[in-house]
C-alpha cells in the first residue's frame, strides 16, 4: 500500500513539473495554453483517483486474507477439538462422568462451529437481499428478552451478568421486520460484549423509545472498548480493530457489519461509542416504531 502511495506520488509530482515547464516555454501561445490546462488537470485526477482505487484495493485484499484466516481458525480449532474426544472415546475406556465431560465440550464446540457457519452464510444472505421482503410486527421487548435468555445460555454466563433496562409493556416498542433478522443482530450484538469483556462481563441492555417514532437497543460493556478513531470503521464487512487486545480475540469481522446491514434494511442504523480503549463500549441500533400497530391499540 505504502509503495503505491509513493507511486501516485510521484507520478503527480513529475505530471505538475512537466506542466509547469510546458506553461513557462509557452505561456505566450493562448490556444495550446487552454487546450493543455484542462488535460492536465484530467490527468492529475487520473492519477489520484487510481491511487486510491489501487490503495483501497490493497486495504481489501488485506481484510479478505484477515477474514479468510479468522474463518480457518474459527472452523479448525472445535473440528480438532471434537475429532480428538472422538479417538480418546475410540481408543480408551473411560468413566461415564468423563464421558459425559467429552460430551458436553464436543456439543459445546459444535455450536461454535454451527455458529461461524451461520454466521457467513448470513452475512452473504444479508448482503444480497432488499427491503422488500415480507415483514410483520415485531415485539422488541419479548424479542430483546428472548435473546438475552438465550446469550446467558448458550455463554454459560451468571444471570445477573447481562441487565435489562426496558420501558416495558406499557409503551409498545413495535417494528416491523423480520424476526429472525432482528435476532441475528441482537445475539452478534450481545455476543461482542462477552468476546469483549475477558475479565468479567457487566453488560447493560438498554431499550427505549427515542422522539417517539424510533426504537433504540443498545449493549453497555465494561469491557476493552474501541479507538475513538475506529467507531465508524468497526461496521465495515471484515474489519477488526488493528490493537493487541482485539487480535488475540477470535472473530471474522462479520458481527457488526451484519448488525449494521440488518439495521439499514429495517429503515434504521447502527451506533457505536466509546471514550477508549479499556473503557468499555456502547454498540446498538435504532428502529423506525411500528406508528400504526400504535396507532390501532391506544383506539380500542
Known sequence: MILFILLGV???????????GWVVLNWRRLAPLALGIPFFILL??????NTIFLVREVRRN????????????????????????????????VSEETREEF??????????????????????EVGQRSRSQIRIAVDMHALTEECVRTAITRYHLDPASITLHSEGPARPLVV??????????????????????PEKLEAQVSLRLEHDTWVRISVT???IGIPPAHLRRIFRRFYRVPTRSVLRTKGTGL????????????????????????????????????????ANKEKR
Do not use: W
Open 10 to 20: 510521484c507520478l503527480v509530482g513529475v505530471a505538475i513539473a512537466l506542466n509547469v
Open 44 to 49: 492529475i485526477v487520473g492519477l489520484v483517483l
Open 62 to 93: 488485506e481484510r479478505h486474507d484477515s477474514f479468510i484466516n479468522a474463518v480457518t481458525h474459527e472452523l479448525k480449532t472445535p473440528i480438532t477439538s471434537i475429532r480428538l474426544y472422538l479417538e480418546t472415546l475410540q481408543r480408551r475406556q
Open 103 to 124: 460430551y458436553r465440550t464436543m456439543l459445546a464446540d459444535s455450536d461454535r462451529l454451527l455458529a461461524t457457519v451461520e454466521q457467513v452464510l448470513k452475512a452473504g
Open 176 to 197: 416491523r421486520g423480520d424476526p429472525d433478522d432482528l435476532q441475528t443482530a441482537l445475539m452478534n450484538l450481545l455476543g461482542n460484549a462477552v468476546k469483549y469483556s
Open 221 to 223: 460493556d465494561q469491557g
Open 255 to 294: 458481527g457488526l457489519f451484519l448488525v449494521r446491514t440488518i439495521a439499514r434494511q429495517h429503515g434504521g442504523d447502527a451506533f457505536a461509542e466509546s471514550a477508549g480503549e479499556g473503557r468499555g463500549a456502547t454498540v446498538g441500533l435504532q428502529l423506525p416504531r411500528l406508528l400504526v400497530q400504535t
